[in-house]
């Protein structure tokens, strides 16, 4: 046996934990939307820099179809929700395809 051999429900555990992960960055760049005024904080800005970056090409997908909802002199950007949605039905089918 082969310590390199990788079965179909590795890859698939790997692809599961993978949208998860995934999903956690955007619920925490939901969280992180109301903590950009803090006073400059290196650490902070590298944080908020980093989940930007990992999860706007996949929002902004959404972003140019759904725009926000208005409420009243505000508006609600429901994208990240719908994201999440998504990732997970789309995950779900891919991880199941794998496992065979």
Do not use: C, K, W
Not at 57 to 76: E, Q
Request: net charge positive; proline share 6%.
């Amino acid at each position: 046996m082969s310590l390199l051999a990788v079965s179909r429900l590795d890859v698939a555990d790997y692809v599961a934990t993978l949208v998860t992960v995934y999903t956690v960055l955007i619920f925490m760049r939901i969280i992180a939307t109301y903590f950009q005024r803090v006073p400059y904080n290196r650490f902070l800005s590298a944080f908020l820099t980093f989940l930007h970056d990992v999860t706007e090409p996949y929002l902004g997908l959404f972003r140019r179809f759904i725009p926000p909802v208005r409420l009243g002199p505000a508006a609600l950007d429901i994208t990240p929700i719908i994201a999440v949605i998504v990732l997970q039905i789309v995950g779900g089918i891919v991880v199941g395809l794998i496992r065979g």
